[in-house]
């Protein structure tokens, strides 16, 4: 991706414009709506950030405060070596990309060969707005979300 971005900057560039931002808007981000393109590029344009990335938080029970492995002989310890969280309300909260479905980067940043540059700030997105399809199922679930938003209740 981080090619096609370079291209699409350099191309805007031989047509006369300097983009003072490039956004990314992924194809497998279906639910994603204008209110978040506009919000991620308004908190670009407000924050002096270097990168703004759409992210959902992660449910609490996947946060690296509830992962447990099996080791060796079969037994389960947590994943983290820190006291293990149980109350919800008290375990950190955690983001992951989703998708992600809106990504602005400075033109900087693009050239450096980064999409990523030294400050990212989130942009945070629903669950429901933050399916990204990589397997089949995940169509199942865009589905289930878009008749939800629609009223169809199933």
């Not at 389960?76 to 990309?97: C, G, S, T, W």
């Not at 992600?100 to 669950?127: D, H, S, T, W």
Request: with cysteine; aromatic share 6%.
């Amino acid at each position: 991706m981080l090619d096609v971005l370079r291209h699409a900057l350099a191309w805007a560039r031989e047509e006369g414009d300097e983009p003072c931002a490039v956004v990314l808007l992924q194809p497998t981000s279906p639910l994603r709506r204008a209110e978040h393109i506009d919000g991620a590029i308004d908190l670009f344009l407000s924050s002096q950030a270097d990168t703004v990335v759409s992210v959902v938080q992660v449910p609490h029970q996947y946060g690296p405060a509830s992962l447990l492995q099996i080791d060796s002989n079969g037994q389960l310890h947590p994943y983290m070596d820190q006291p293990i969280v149980l109350r919800r309300q008290e375990k950190p909260k955690y983001y992951a990309r989703n998708g992600p479905a809106v990504l602005v980067i400075k033109p900087q940043v693009l050239e450096a060969g980064q999409l990523y540059g030294n400050i990212v700030r989130p942009f945070e997105m629903e669950c429901a707005d933050s399916v990204d399809i990589d397997v089949k199922d995940d169509v199942a679930l865009a589905e289930f979300w878009l008749l939800r938003r629609r009223g169809h209740h199933s």
